[in-house]
């Protein structure tokens, strides 16, 4: 069965401050593939990052960075010098060998100034 | 980028009544679109998946007469919720891949801004 774990429910911070999400995934297939979404107080789900199983390099993209460890099945997430204007709530999802997506419970993230 | 619109962004109606909720593929022909739900403050739940020409394929637990779903065209999907009671009140999303590939072929999906439904 595959199953998305944010243990973190809500996380504050003040600007500038880094911060990680952690995502934690259950899966049994070997292929599979992980994603982050931001969604902001509008509601919409802007993507972030798509990762496939097969490629556990990490990735930076400007103050955003991902850390992906299947020796632990975790998909971190980490904001680096965070903003106001990153406060949101953040889902970590997973998709295994089909086009739908298991998001997990979600993390929300307050930025404070 | 490739768009999913949703109309209407927001609707308020009484109990009892049927609301149905489009969600469009603006610049792509989507044959699979699919359809969550999120209830305030939590994740959002995949209720069914639509697809072009065929019955819907509804998740565990979602009354499919409750909500319907119909993919009659490669750009529309639309899900109405009959005789809605507040219960029903709740964020609905959806999603569409473009035909020509899906997440094993480097596929991507594409959401919707969402609808949100009020039941009074």
């Known amino acids: 069965a595959q199953k998305v774990t944010q243990a973190q429910t809500e996380i504050s911070v003040v600007e500038k401050e880094d911060v990680t999400l952690d995502c934690v995934y259950e899966?049994?297939?070997?292929?599979?593939?992980l994603f982050w979404y931001k969604q902001p107080p509008s509601g919409e789900l802007v993507f972030l990052i798509r990762r496939n199983s097969f490629d556990e390099q990490n990735e930076i993209s400007g103050r955003y960075s991902w850390n992906f460890q299947k020796s632990t099945s975790s998909f971190n997430f980490t904001i680096t010098a965070s903003q106001v204007v990153d406060s949101a709530v953040y889902f970590c999802?997973?998709?295994?060998?089909?086009?739908?997506?298991?998001f997990g419970t979600g993390t929300r993230l307050q930025v404070f100034p | 980028g490739a768009v999913v619109s949703q109309h209407p962004s927001w609707v308020i109606c009484k109990s009892g009544t049927s609301v149905k909720i489009e969600c469009r593929s603006l610049d792509f022909q989507a044959t699979t679109m699919f359809w969550y739900r999120q209830f305030p403050k939590q994740s959002l739940m995949l209720m069914a998946t639509?697809?072009?020409?065929?019955?819907?394929?509804?998740e565990q637990g979602v009354e499919k007469d409750k909500f319907l779903i119909n993919h009659a065209s490669l750009t529309l999907s639309t899900l109405t919720v009959t005789s809605a009671h507040p219960e029903d009140s709740s964020f609905y999303i959806c999603s569409a891949h473009p035909g020509e590939g899906s997440l094993r072929d480097g596929g991507e999906l594409f959401f919707g801004e969402g609808s949100r439904l009020t039941v009074l």
């Open positions: 899966t049994r297939d070997t292929t599979y593939y």
């Open positions: 999802a997973l998709s295994e060998n089909t086009d739908k997506l298991i």
């Open positions: 639509s697809n072009e020409g065929s019955k819907a394929t509804y």
